[in-house]
């Protein structure tokens, strides 16, 4: 929603509640709802109306499920503070059930349960379930129901669903491999909207947060594809940490007694997953916003990303081949093959050309000469690190440490075969053969994707490019900047195959957003690719997984 939605959402609720109730029936901190509208999105603006709401509206009733958990969700949930949690429950919400910290026992908890499904309610789901034939391996209570049946059946009634936690969310621990429970997230069986508030377990700002915007602007937060509200998973965690800097020049601890730890280097060569993981941890912090894992000196383990742990090796080192727990290569997707487009769509169709041996090009089939994207980069490393080193000191300092790490007289070597001439290509896919430069290997693009296909995990070190819209009509890829990055990741322990993965994946969507952009601007809805790259399987894949539905591959 828009600020002017949300406004009219707000005034429309406070007018709701004031037609049912006379007067307000509590005091309400403006200073916590001021926090809350800032955490969530809410204009602050707006806070003292969101105060009104809060202070005329009745408590919100919350039924709280068990599941497959180790309840440390609701510890998290305990920790709130400021308010604490027993003024959020005395003042704002009625824990109508919640196994944990409820009073009652046995057949009147359960009564307690089935009293609030007459009513109004918000229900909170904490663990996985398993279902059918598996469903008994949940099964609890005083009347024996197992979690599936529950889940069902308390759903109906709810209003809205939350499954905090990586159990809930995606299946969590319980959903590793080999699964003997056959453990899921709720979302796989109930067919209600479910938000995700995923994590392991997640702070206890984004489970308020979300119930907090249910209860004020009476619709679930806006969420991403995997249901968790853009508030909180909506922007990279790598972006927002306080260990970044050293990323970006290539300063890593070696491992967890490298007293440049205390110094702020970056966590990545020990095994931090940030720059995989949507999240807002570093600032929203947990414990009361007393710290979170990477500042407290361990790396990001992903635990709010679906099956994290399996799909993100080990937790203590980078997720390389050799550290992957599952060897099966992921299936890829592949775009349809025509031997020669249609005359009859030639007029409506935009074609990339991704060659090995020519420039990249974007073109209408009507006018094949006039080349919609400029693409221009360094494509060889010694016009590349001059140029890193030059545009600030971080990037000054990634080339240094890429000097220590490469031996004197093999990089030497590798400069002196390279020709200055042509160093500046047009070629999106000289790109690849610039991994194999950076790590000292001589090698062709089929060689690069090949390594790039033999990855084993689905997650991209993605690199930041930078696409901009021209007067002309065309678009520009801002590449240079980006190519510190393939560097940063060698640095920190990432192998070959990872990294050529990356920068297949980042070219891929790239394009793909070119094309997006390009359609939009000559409203046209199909595209066509032509040259011998597109032939390559994993290419295929990561176009058709960029490429919007809306826009017609032929």
């Known amino acids: 929603m828009d600020k002017a939605q949300i406004l009219e959402r707000l005034k429309t609720h406070l007018q709701q509640l004031k037609n049912t109730h006379k007067a307000p029936r509590n005091e309400v901190s403006i200073e916590w709802v001021t926090q809350i509208c800032n955490l969530i999105g809410i204009p602050k603006d707006y ?59 046995g057949f009147n908890a359960k009564q307690c ?13 904490e663990g996985g379930v398993s279902l059918g034939e598996n469903a008994y391996f949940l099964t609890s209570g005083a009347d024996s129901t197992n979690g599936e049946n529950e889940c069902l059946e308390v759903a109906r009634h709810a209003q809205a669903i939350f499954a905090i936690g990586t159990c809930s969310s995606f299946g969590g621990v319980q959903a590793a491999y080999p699964n003997p ?88 060569k020990v095994g931090c997953k940030g720059p995989y993981v949507a999240n807002n941890c570093p600032k929203v912090k947990f414990n009361a916003k007393t710290s979170w894992p990477v500042r407290a000196g361990h790396g990001c383990i992903a635990c709010s990303e679906p099956d994290f742990w399996d799909s993100f090796g080990k937790i203590e080192e980078p997720i390389n081949n050799a550290n992957a727990y599952i060897k099966d290569k992921k ?84 400069l002196d075969s390279e020709s200055a001439e042509d160093s500046i290509s047009h070629n999106a896919s000289d790109m690849l053969k610039l991994v194999g430069m950076m790590f000292g290997k001589s090698l062709n693009h089929a060689q690069v994707l090949d390594l790039a296909q033999s990855y084993l995990f689905p997650h991209i070190s993605k690199l930041d490019f930078k696409l901009t819209t021209k007067d002309n ?81 032929v």
């Not at 020519?358 to 400029?374: C, G, M, V």
Request: proline letters at 5%; one cysteine or more; a negative charge.
């Open 473 to 553: 009509g065309g678009c520009e890829i801002e590449v240079n900047k980006s190519l510190r990055l393939p560097l940063c990741y060698l640095l920190g322990g990432l192998e070959i195959e990872g990294v050529a993965y990356s920068v297949v994946s980042s070219i891929c969507e790239i394009l793909a957003l070119a094309l997006v952009e390009l359609c939009k601007i000559y409203n046209i809805s199909q595209v066509a690719f032509k040259g011998d790259l597109m032939q390559n399987p994993l290419i295929q894949d990561r176009l058709a997984t960029y490429l919007p539905k809306w826009l017609k591959v």
């Open 47 to 105: 806070a003292p109306l969101c105060e009104q709401i809060l202070s005329y509206k009745p408590l919100t009733r919350l039924v709280w499920l068990h599941m497959a958990e180790c309840t440390g969700c609701s510890e998290s949930f305990l920790r709130l503070d400021k308010p604490g949690v027993e003024s959020l429950l005395l003042e704002y919400i009625s824990l109508e059930y919640h196994e944990t910290i409820m009073g009652a026992v």
């Open 331 to 414: 299936p890829l997707k592949s775009l349809p093959l025509v031997h020669r487009l249609d005359d009859t769509l030639l007029d409506s169709t935009l074609c990339l050309e991704l060659d090995s041996l020519s420039d990249t090009r974007i073109y209408s089939q009507e006018k094949q000469n006039l080349n919609l994207l400029a693409v221009s980069f360094y494509a060889n490393l010694s016009a590349l690190l001059p140029y890193l080193a030059s545009k600030n000191k971080l990037g000054a300092r990634l080339v240094e440490n890429y000097h220590k790490w490469r031996l004197k007289e093999e990089l030497e070597s590798v």
């Open 113 to 125: 349960l089935h009293d609030t499904l007459k009513e109004e309610f918000i229900l909170v789901i």
């Open 181 to 268: 429970t056959q453990s899921q997230g709720i979302s796989t069986f109930l067919r209600q909207p479910i938000v995700n508030i995923p994590g392991c377990p997640p702070s206890e700002a984004n489970m308020i947060g979300s119930l907090m915007y249910y209860i004020l602007l009476q619709e679930i937060p806006p969420c991403d594809s995997l249901n968790r509200p853009l508030w909180s998973y909506g922007k990279n965690l790598h972006e927002m940490c306080e260990r970044k800097a050293k990323f970006e020049s290539g300063d890593f601890v070696e491992s967890f007694d490298d007293e440049r730890l205390q110094d702020g280097y970056c966590l990545y």
